[in-house]
Nanobody, 118 residues
Framework: QVQLVESGGGLVQPGGSLRLSCAAS????????MGWYRQAPGKQRELVAV???????SAADSVKGRFTISRDNAKNTVFLQMNSLKPEDTAVYYC????????????WGKGTLVTVSS
């Protein structure tokens, strides 16, 4: 069994920064892509950024130049550095990982709330 636990969310003023972390634990043989998604109230969940096991990254146009995804493979952890935050970044942020455990499948964390408000 695999668990993903996010941390680092909170309340921040517009223009501020936050760093999210997501640690994977359990019976893990390998982790492939890891990513961050978000869901704002009344909206569908959307991709924020993704990183491959080799470090290649991709991000949504809405966050390019402001958010940076990275990972520490030794610690099975993915990070999301969020700078120049805007009120429209307010959402629950979820971590997803493509994990080979008993079988290969996607696992999700329970989410961490980011609120950008003055």
């Amino acid at each position: 069994q695999v668990q993903l636990v996010e941390s680092g969310g909170g309340l921040v003023q517009p223009g501020g920064s936050l760093r999210l972390s997501c640690a994977a634990s359990g019976s893990i043989f390998s982790i492939y892509a890891m990513g961050w998604y978000r869901q704002a109230p009344g909206k569908q969940r959307e991709l924020v950024a993704v990183i491959s096991s080799g470090g290649s990254t991709s991000a949504a146009d809405s966050v390019k130049g402001r958010f940076t995804i990275s990972r520490d493979n030794a610690k099975n952890t993915v990070f999301l550095q969020m700078n120049s935050l805007k009120p429209e970044d307010t959402a629950v942020y979820y971590c997803k990982a493509d994990v080979l455990s008993v079988k290969r499948m996607d696992y999700w964390g329970k989410g961490t709330l980011v609120t950008v408000s003055s």
